[in-house]
């Protein structure tokens, strides 16, 4: 399964909207074949797995072990259902990482694996299968995007100098916030950070699309933005800033993951940043140059 999530994460950019999903066969107690879902419209992680499969290892799959991140489809999308393939291929038992939680899979590619015979077992690694997928999840649970709220801090809690713009990132902490709006979907500031900093929130330091550009403005509630997101197909959102829009999403609970960067340097004067809450929960924390990026989760 760790290998499952290893070849899934390849998928991190095309397979959206898709989940990321890794598929590892093994039989005699060696991998005779492996897939991940490179791109949506193409071929699924299980569909790619039986593929790789040289032939003089296909008698063994009868004897085999299927391993999935995530539950194997049950119905007709942009391509056949995956849990029928693993069926037609005759595969003794399937291990799955977590179920889907799209209302068209949830627990019936399981249901169509146990009434095949095929013995499954569900589950393994769970927590880091959802977690390579909090997007998708959050997306078809909560009917809203993944949203992550992401400001970088001096050592004494400030995002400006004087009320000015400063640069607070190094060069390896900026091409990582390029990397992250790379992955997600869209990216927001307010109308105050928009209009002072012009800012162009691309991808310019990174390699990728460049997030959908959302300004929020007074006379726009966020719940009703968050909804607005959703219909559209938004299934992440970094918000950038300034520190009055944190605070609305803080107070709103519209939060999901902080990404807090904070440089050793110090201004003494300009706009605090936000306070982290008390229901965040440290996730990791790495230094990059002289500065330290923390992600906090909602415990």
């Known amino acids: ?22 598929a590892v066969i093994v039989a005699d107690g060696r991998i005779i074949g492996e897939g991940y879902h490179q791109r949506c419209g193409e071929a699924h992680a299980e569909v790619g797995a039986f593929r790789s499969v040289r032939a003089a290892d296909e008698h063994l799959l009868a004897e085999s072990c299927i391993y999935v991140s995530l539950e194997p489809c049950s119905h007709y999308g942009k391509t056949p259902p995956c849990a029928d393939l693993i069926i037609k291929k005759g595969v003794k038992r399937c291990v799955v990482g977590t179920e889907d939680p799209f209302s068209e899979v949830h627990g019936r590619g399981i249901g169509k694996l146990r009434q095949a015979g095929i013995d499954v077992k569900v589950g393994v690694l769970q927590e880091e299968c959802q977690w390579l997928n909090r997007r998708f999840f959050t997306y078809h649970q909560k009917h809203r995007p993944y949203i992550i709220l992401k400001w970088a801090q001096t050592a004494d809690g400030f ?17 990582l916030s390029h990397k992250l709006r790379a992955e997600e979907d869209a990216i927001l500031v307010g109308h105050t950070t928009y209009d002072r900093d012009h800012p162009s929130l691309t991808v310019r330091h990174w390699s990728g699309q460049d997030p959908k550009r959302v300004v929020l403005t007074h ?15 938004v299934q992440s959102l970094i918000v950038e800033g300034g520190a009055q829009t944190h605070q609305s999403f803080l107070e709103a609970s519209l939060w999901d993951e902080l990404r807090v960067e904070t440089s050793p340097l110090t201004f003494g004067r300009g706009t605090r940043a936000v306070r982290i809450p008390p229901e965040a929960k440290l996730r990791t924390s790495a230094l990059y140059g002289k500065n330290v990026v923390a992600i906090y989760i909602k415990d």
């Open 1 to 22: 399964m760790q290998r499952c999530l290893q070849l899934a994460a390849g998928g991190r950019q095309n397979a959206r909207p898709n989940p990321m999903v890794g």
């Open 159 to 175: 995002i400006d100098r004087d009320f000015q713009p400063a640069m607070i990132s190094n060069p390896l902490t900026q091409m």
């Open 219 to 233: 006379d726009r509630p966020l719940e009703q933005l968050v909804s607005d997101l959703y219909q559209q197909g």
